[in-house]
Nanobody, 125 residues
Framework: QVQLVESGGGLVQAGGSLRLSCTASGFTFREYTTGWFRQAPGKGREFVAV????????AYADSVKGRFTVFRENAKNAVYLQMNSLKPEDTAVYYC??????????????????WGQGTQVTVSS
């Protein structure tokens, strides 16, 4: 069964850090470019970060650039999102998704048919 599971969310004070994990099963994860997205209450889902299938390229939304870092461990079938200097506006449910050998520049506009349950990140001021 193809599955992506997000974890690592929680409640943190502004300025704090969290590391999210996206763990894959049921497919050859090392061939998949993986992206992070988030959806805040009352807003649409937005792109956050992406890492290419081989880890050689990354890209970030302007709102998180310099604060968030995406990296992967293909041996563990996992992609991580290290979030530092968190702000209240980072509060959202965070999701990951993946595309087979997808160019990183395509991830932000990709139309995925299914999503996992996500992981809640809440940043208090």
């Amino acid at each position: 069964q193809v599955q992506l599971v997000e974890s690592g969310g929680g409640l943190v004070q502004a300025g704090g850090s969290l590391r999210l994990s996206c763990t894959a099963s049921g497919f050859t994860f090392r061939e998949y470019t993986t992206g992070w997205f988030r959806q805040a209450p009352g807003k649409g889902r937005e792109f956050v970060a992406v890492i290419s299938w081989n880890g050689g390229s990354t890209a970030y939304a302007d709102s998180v650039k310099g604060r968030f870092t995406v990296f992967r461990e293909n041996a563990k079938n996992a992609v991580y999102l290290q979030m530092n200097s968190l702000k209240p506006e980072d509060t959202a449910v965070y999701y990951c998704n993946a595309g087979l050998f997808m160019p990183v520049q395509n991830m932000a506009g990709a139309n995925f048919h299914s999503w996992g349950q996500g992981t809640q990140v809440t940043v208090s001021s």
